[in-house]
């Protein structure tokens, strides 16, 4: 079978995001961008998948502009052998992207769309349940342990109380958590090889699907910050202060 | 055209997020309905009923609904959502899962974990974990929203008169199976709603040295949440986890022990009333978000903290 993993280019988690003066959005000019980390994780997941012979093809796809597929070069060089480029000037929503998604799926068949929780940029957390709903296949969500057996995907989900067992048959949507693995590290001979391996470039249009905005981002603007605190000498100053200052114990 | 709330529970109790996106969905400002969707949940149905300036309860009571699986819950909200303008739910775990199905199949585009209603049709979230706050105005015909609890204050639970009434499922969509869940029980607070949360981070060396965070959290009836590396490191189970990815928190105190604050970790925890930082590492980051800050060994200043409080 074919997996499917979508991968954005984000700012780096590393990198402090600045907002722009004119409160338009956060400054992208000049830094540094990376795969968004949950994103990697999907990438290993499937790549996992492919070496226990489960699967023959992982396809890496991102949406973005050109400089996305830097992003589908780092997914090519951990192990997915050929990528998807679709090519977009502005940043697209969710619910754009699922809709791509789902052509691509039409078009590739794969069993399995493995996909981050969420990017790290806009958090919104939906692309997979959207895409699920499009496509009406089974969907489990944040992952931290994923078994294939047959065509069935038993999977363990982190929700607020604890973890949940889920079970589904292929094809199906997996989301993954920070807890699933570890993602590997590009080795540089696996780099090189990389770049020619194939990367087809595609634009919206060529699928037939509308990327006009439903959210209009009227500002951007800083979190307030926090006035900055004091250093106590000791515990019995930290109790003091906390009974008497702030009265919270 | 009015509001509907997909109300958090267990079958059996309702959860205090729903309170705070009772609140939201009053800023909003127009006639409040919720949903009780479960099994054998008629006990959530009346909780829910005494909530003030909620009109009235729709209750879905159904096998199929027993463990909220995504696929079924977003096939019923659809088929109710012809009648609203709004649709909001918590942004749980919960939440995520079931509201951007419905998002898609109504085409149109989720609004995710709202801090402030502006007005009913613009909303104010957080992206980039936190280091930014986004204004948007969404164009769409029905508003799908999920709310940060956090960011609301919890609506009374009492003194409310709402009519319940009984509403057919939408049927078994068969597309998922839910095998069993392993959830943790404690006698402390839940870590969203408490008034007081201790968390440790790496620091804590061992999952075993929690206890000294517990022994606190019990004399402060205190939740106790982690930071990603102390679940990470496997001390603590994932649903300890405040920040970013895991819960976010905003209590009258907040007590971070051993941990650095990375920004992550700041996401789940920067709005909360006071911040306590004990680290022994004086460039800490999390040092520049606390309110007071005390620079020594954990394993001296818990032990301590715990003997001086009563």
């Known amino acids: 079978m074919k997996i499917l993993v979508p991968v954005k280019r984000v700012i780096d988690y590393n990198v402090k995001v600045r907002v722009k003066p004119d409160n338009s959005g956060v400054e992208l000019a000049n830094v540094k961008m990376a795969m968004n980390p949950f994103d990697e994780i999907a990438v290993e997941q499937a790549l996992r998948i492919k070496e226990a012979s489960h699967a023959e093809e992982v396809i890496a796809i991102s949406i973005g502009p050109q400089e996305s597929q830097d992003t589908i070069r780092t997914a090519l060089a951990m192990g997915a052998d050929r990528g998807i480029l679709v090519k977009t000037e502005h940043d697209i929503e969710p619910l754009a992207v699922a809709k791509i998604l789902k052509s691509i799926v039409e078009k590739e068949n794969p069993e399995l769309v493995i996909l981050g929780k969420q990017a790290i940029d806009d958090d919104c957390n939906q692309t997979g349940q959207m895409l699920s709903a499009f496509l009406n296949w089974p969907q489990t969500t944040f992952v931290s342990n994923l078994e294939l057996k047959d065509k069935n995907l038993l999977s363990v989900r982190e929700v607020d109380g604890g973890l949940e067992h889920m079970e589904c048959s292929l094809p199906a949507i997996v989301t993954v958590d920070l807890r699933l693995n570890e993602p590997r590290y590009a080795s540089l001979p696996n780099i090189m090889k990389a770049k020619r391996k194939p990367l087809e470039e595609i634009s919206p249009s060529d699928l037939g699907v509308d990327t006009s905005k439903r959210l209009e981002v009227l500002k951007v603007e800083d979190p307030p910050s926090r006035e900055a605190g004091m250093i106590l000498g000791s515990v019995d100053e930290l109790v003091d202060k906390l009974k008497n200052e702030a009265k919270v114990i | ?310």
């Open chain 2, 1 to 310: 055209m009015s509001i509907l709330i997909i109300a958090e529970h267990d079958n059996q109790n309702l959860s205090a997020a729903t309170l705070n996106t009772v609140t939201a969905a009053s800023d909003i400002g127009k006639e409040i309905n919720v949903l009780v969707v479960g099994h054998n949940c008629s006990n959530v149905s009346k909780q829910c009923s005494q909530i003030p300036n909620v009109k009235s309860i729709l209750e879905a009571n159904s096998e199929e609904y027993k463990n909220f699986v995504a696929e079924n819950v977003s096939k019923l909200i659809i088929d109710l959502s012809k009648d609203y303008s709004h649709i909001l739910a918590p942004s749980s775990t919960t939440g995520k899962n079931i509201m951007p199905r419905v998002a898609a199949l109504l085409d149109v585009m989720q609004i995710s974990d709202i801090i402030k209603v502006v007005d009913d049709e613009t909303f104010q979230r957080p992206i980039y974990a936190g280091n930014a706050l986004s204004t948007v105005k969404s164009n769409d015909k029905i508003k799908i929203i999920t709310v940060r609890s956090t960011a609301f204050e919890a609506s009374e639970n009492t003194g409310g008169s709402a009519e319940i009434k009984s509403i057919n499922g939408s049927g078994d969509t068969d597309l998922s199976k839910f095998l069993k869940s392993e959830l943790s029980s404690s006698e402390r607070p839940e870590l969203t709603s408490a008034k007081i949360v201790i968390s440790g981070g790496r620091g804590m060396q061992d999952g075993s040295n929690f206890g000294m965070l517990e022994k606190v959290a019990d004399k402060l009836g205190a939740a106790v949440g982690a930071s990603r590396a102390a679940v990470d490191a496997g001390f603590v189970p994932n649903d300890y986890q405040v920040g970013q990815t895991g819960k976010v928190v905003a209590p009258n105190l907040y007590i971070a022990v051993g941990i650095s604050g990375a920004i992550q970790h700041l996401a789940g925890m920067k709005d909360s009333k006071v911040i306590v930082a004990i680290n022994k590492d004086e460039d800490a980051p999390i040092f520049q978000v606390a309110d007071y800050g005390v620079v020594t060994d954990l394993f001296d200043a818990v032990p301590e903290l715990d003997s001086k409080i009563n």
